[in-house]
């Protein structure tokens, strides 16, 4: 069965269950279950009774789709992401983007937790994507193009869209919430960078690293869906502090953040 067909079940035993489906989703990163569970009204779909919906397998990544509302506005909210690292071919990783694609979904937020390359950063801000860097060494988009889907070379000059990075900007504003942008780096993982990939990342031109996001930015472009992207600053990156990276640091300064976070996610929605 081809990916196309393949999201299209999936997307019709979502409709089934999940009855008008929003125009827009959100895809929650580390330690940003809770947006999920506070929307009201909400239908809550496990991955794992979805045709062909690979499984989360990360902690603190819980694994649903759940409809509901958000301060009266309707979104679809994807608690839990399949990461390339975790062994899914990257056809797979996006299988999600895919299936918001064939729901009719136009509009995809995208969150994560990044290290912070840029030093300027401090831990715990948030940061609008810019623009990314793809160091996975792959493209989700590699193998035979459904036309369906895209086309086969899709233009890349604009993933993040500057209309709603105007208008998270507007949004922190009124919050009174700082707000950093800059260029987000994806690479493989899970290994976290060496300080010298690091360096080398910033004279790139990368401010932020993770392991996710790019990926799924790609794919939503291939199927025109108009993306935002916004990363939490959970850690310094390597060899920015003279100290260890671990993965409870990142798991804490989410859950700091979390509340902030949050109430910017919210108010993106009510002015979308
Ligand atoms: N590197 C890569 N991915 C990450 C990091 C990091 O420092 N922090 C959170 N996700």
């Known amino acids: 069965m081809s990916m196309f067909e393949q999201s299209a079940e999936a997307a019709a035993f979502l409709r089934a269950r999940l009855g008008d489906v929003p125009d827009v989703a959100v895809v929650l990163g580390s330690g940003l279950g809770d947006f999920a569970t506070g929307l009201t009204d909400a239908v809550t ?15 603190g990544h819980a694994g649903t789709v759940v409809a509901g509302s958000s301060k009266g506005r309707r979104v679809l909210a994807l608690a839990g992401r399949a990461h390339y690292y975790e062994g899914h071919p990257l056809t797979v990783a996006t299988f999600a983007m895919r299936v918001l694609g064939q729901l009719g979904v136009k509009h995809v937020v995208l969150t994560n937790a990044a290290g912070g390359i840029n030093t300027r950063f401090s831990t715990g801000a948030l940061m609008v994507i810019d623009d990314h860097i793809n160091a996975m060494g792959i493209n989700p988009l590699i193998g035979p193009n459904d036309e369906r889907f895209g086309a086969r070379f899709p233009d890349m000059s604009e993933v993040y869209s500057s209309r709603l990075r105007a208008l998270a900007d507007t949004t922190a504003a009124a919050l009174g919430l700082p707000l950093e942008h800059g260029v987000y780096v994806a690479v493989c993982g899970p290994s976290y960078e060496t300080p010298a990939e690091i360096r080398a990342f910033r004279t790139l031109g990368a401010d932020a690293v993770g392991m996710s996001t790019v990926p799924e930015a790609i794919v939503a472009r291939h199927q025109g869906m108009e993306v935002l992207g916004i990363s939490c600053i959970t850690n310094p990156a390597a060899g920015v502090l003279p100290q260890p990276l671990v993965h409870d640091e990142v798991m804490e300064t989410a859950r700091r953040v979390r509340g902030a976070f949050i109430g910017l996610l919210e108010g993106i929605l009510e002015r979308l």
């Open 45 to 59: 779909v496990p991955y794992q009774d979805i045709p062909h919906w690979p499984r989360a397998t990360v902690v």
